[in-house]
Structure formats: structure tokens, C-alpha cells
């Protein structure tokens, strides 16, 4: 599967479906985003029931802000709507399919309710 471009408009009803969705936020201009491209790629061709997006922050700069993205990458994985992991730099293929196994691996019933707990 090939990964899809996200702008303001198409962030939100990507992310809140159903499933997993990984997010890439890259500059043409960054380095280490031109090396784990390839890596993102590779990832959504083994793992066609993820959604891989991607956030240009050049052309998409209100949506890093929107997501305090700092630094560049930053892969952010969501699973029915809720954020479930954040972290910046460029990981190697085993590391995001480790990412990739530990999202599907959530109970999202628990992560539901220590979410709830938090917002009372």
C-alpha cells in the first residue's frame, strides 16, 4: 500500500477511523526524513491494514504546530482516533515494526479508561 499525503483538511478524518494509522512528519530539506522514507515505504507495503501517512511540515506547517512536532521526523501512531505514540528521529525498520506490533498489540479498552481517568 502506498503511503498518503495528509494536509489540515484530511488529518483529522484520516486519523480518527478505525485501525492504525502512522504518521511521518518530513521536509524535503531534512536528512534523516530522506533516509527513513524508504524505511516508511517498506513498512506500509508489510503492513497493508496500517494506514501510513505523511505530513510535509514545509507545505502542512499548521498541522506541526497543531502537534508540537519540534523536531523532524517525528512518527506518531494512532489507533481508533487516540494518539498512542510519539517520538522523533528516524527509526530503522526493526524499531517501526516493533511500533507497529506494540500499537496493534493495545487493549484499547484499557488505554480508553486510563485516558478517562487522566481528563477527570
Known amino acids: 500500500m ?29 536528512g534523516p526524513c530522506k533516509r527513513f522514507a524508504p524505511v516508511f515505504d517498506a513498512s506500509s507495503e508489510s503492513n497493508p491494514d496500517v494506514v501510513h501517512a505523511k505530513v510535509d511540515t514545509e507545505d502542512q506547517a499548521a498541522l506541526g504546530q497543531q502537534f508540537g512536532v519540534t523536531s523532524i521526523p517525528t512518527l506518531m501512531a494512532f489507533r481508533d482516533g487516540i494518539m498512542v505514540f510519539q517520538q522523533a528521529g528516524a527509526l530503522p525498520a526493526p524499531s517501526l515494526q516493533q511500533v507497529v506490533d506494540a500499537v496493534e498489540a493495545l487493549d484499547m479498552d484499557e488505554v480508553r479508561t486510563k485516558l478517562a481517568e487522566q481528563q477527570s
Do not use: Y
Open 2 to 30: 502506498a503511503t498518503v499525503d495528509l494536509t489540515t483538511e484530511t488529518f483529522e478524518e484520516t486519523v480518527t477511523k478505525d485501525g492504525i494509522v502512522l504518521v511521518d512528519f518530513w521536509a524535503e530539506w531534512c
